[in-house]
């Protein structure tokens, strides 16, 4: 498998990113949604910041109080009994969990797809009461003129999957909850089949089952149902812990191609692809049995959460699916790759 | 609040109702749904059973073979040490859940509403893919004649909610996943508001959020949207671990009456009722500060799973409802209860 990433890589940092107030700093612009706008191609980044205050020796969890619109603060010094810091993204405090950073959503265009001009201000700020720790890893899917953007929203409500929808990149509507919590990984496919819309969606349930890629459809993208299991980790393997679907769909003469990614126990996470029949997408027809694309570029393994390759979205031109990637949660980066050989290297089912 | 338990309680035990295989035993018949069907009452009920064969010293799973239409059994030796049994419903085998028994849906029918006729097979057996740990807890909405049932699949997929028709309760149609996993205690209006259906659900996120109640809508019962959350667990009280809807909402003058479950740390189940605006139903107006009915029967303390109170549905005559009861997850019991009593018996949120 011939993966030829930019040699710019990473091509937008967080220092290409302004903060959304002065007294906040960014510390990742990762996981954007990708399409074409205008005749340019767009990102709609996810952007994560911090208040620049916060203290060596304290945890501080930046949380949208969604009556004023005002971002306040909640710190626990670190010595607290009852503090627990799994990672760099999150902490638990008594029964309940924490985000470090809040994420909007931004824009950033290029015409060559390298360069990119990233707007000064958010596109979408979090606003609702689901969005109060944020909004994060949105995937565009146009479908005539509208774009449909599947955005996570995260509260101490839970994490869902909301729809917002544009055509101008300037106005959006929000059309709220499509997926209630936990679900997340939603990704619209880019036209209907046999009159219904479909997305993938990865369900995360608590008592039982896995975090594998679901399946569900829909007559207006607003209420969805027929919920189906498509595929599940596997034990020892690249997707050994989570798999959940990365891009738009790209329509084949072989299947519906679909970038997705996979994480193994530790918390590493890969690109690979499936191939869904073309009248019946809840039919895996092909998968990977080896990853796309891995953590191996220095970008990708050291960030604000190492060894993480995530993808939200792509461009495609002939036959060149132009992949861009979140890389260790932190920057954003690009990669290159031939459809035929994706299509080689997927193994039937 | 006065809550007249029926003197005749229990009114259905597991010796009540013959096993759907001469090797089975019933552990438990509990959690119905209940509607009025041809001039009866009729209740649907969850019927647990498991192998007679099983030892003392073995965990044993009945599992259907979805391909072959057969139950198969897992089992673990009691000193395996990947073995945890944190209850008597459930064991934990490596990284796995399995269930102890499984569970099918069984008509009873009374013309009282005490003495009931239990029919000898099943009406509702597992069959499907996400049905392979069984079918439980069933809510009945009858909307222009045609009775809606939403159901609790499990399987090692997850615990989803499905939707099931008749109008006959002879011949089930079934619709497919209408929430999937994890989402439970699925409760739809009886009629449209404002022209949409209408759900209440009990998402169980894995991540963030608590165990509450949600609401969605729907233009044709298969596909739901718009989900948002209605009422959360609160510390320290009687439903400081999970709420869920119980039975099918009752219109009154004031509202949308729910009876509602709620259970505390210590897994002690107790019905509870809130009032929800009549227009929308995703406004709260009034709720349960102490339960309107706790264990204290002892068919109520003492059973599968002892301390537990867990209705799936009630009839209503005039100014009385007749909640129909799961006690301890083993037997059904009834109670008379007058609206005025509960309405009088909620605060104001």
């Not at 009994?81 to 824009?107: A, C, G, M, Q, W």
């Not at 990853?291 to 190492?306: H, K, R, S, T, V």
Request: charged share 20%; proline share 7%.
């Amino acid at each position: 498998m011939k993966i030829e990433r930019f040699e710019q890589n990473p091509i937008i940092t967080p220092k290409d990113v302004p903060p959304s107030r002065n007294d906040f700093e960014v510390v990742g612009t990762f996981n954007a949604g990708v399409t074409r706008f205008n005749g340019k191609i767009m990102l709609l980044m996810r952007v994560a910041e911090r208040p620049i205050e916060k203290k060596q020796d304290e945890e501080l969890a930046p949380i949208l109080n969604h009556q004023t619109g005002q971002i306040e603060y909640f710190k626990v010094p670190h010595n607290h009994p009852d503090l627990e810091i799994p990672d760099s993204r999150v902490f638990f405090y008594k029964k309940n969990t924490y985000l470090t950073s809040i994420s909007h959503l931004r824009i950033a265009t290029s015409s060559d797809g390298i360069n990119f001009n990233v707007e000064p201000v958010p596109a979408v700020f979090p606003q609702t009461r689901y969005e109060t720790f944020g909004l994060e890893d949105p995937r565009i899917t146009l479908i005539e003129n509208t774009y449909y953007i599947t955005c996570k929203v995260v509260s101490d409500l839970g994490i869902a999957t909301s729809l917002i929808t544009t055509s101008d990149f300037k106005n959006f509507k929000r059309h709220g909850i499509i997926f209630c919590p936990e679900n997340i990984d939603v990704v619209i496919f880019p036209e209907k089949i046999n009159g219904l819309f479909y997305a993938l969606t990865r369900p995360v349930p608590r008592s039982l089952g896995s975090l594998g890629i679901w399946i569900a459809s829909s007559p207006d993208m607003i209420n969805w149902g027929r919920h189906k299991c498509l595929m599940s980790p596997r034990a020892g393997m690249y997707d050994s812990a989570r798999l959940g679907a990365s891009c738009v769909p790209i329509k084949t003469a072989r299947g519906w191609l679909e970038i997705y990614h996979a994480a193994d126990e530790n918390n590493r996470y890969c690109l690979a692809a499936c191939l869904l029949d073309i009248e019946d997408p809840s039919k895996v027809i092909a998968y990977s049995n080896e990853p796309l694309m891995q953590p191996q570029a220095d970008y990708e393994i050291n960030g604000f959460f190492g060894n993480v390759i995530f993808s939200c979205g792509a461009t495609v031109d002939d036959e060149i699916i132009t992949i861009y990637y979140g890389a260790a949660d932190c920057v954003i980066a690009g990669a290159k790759v031939k459809i035929t050989d994706i299509l080689n290297h997927l193994e039937k089912v």
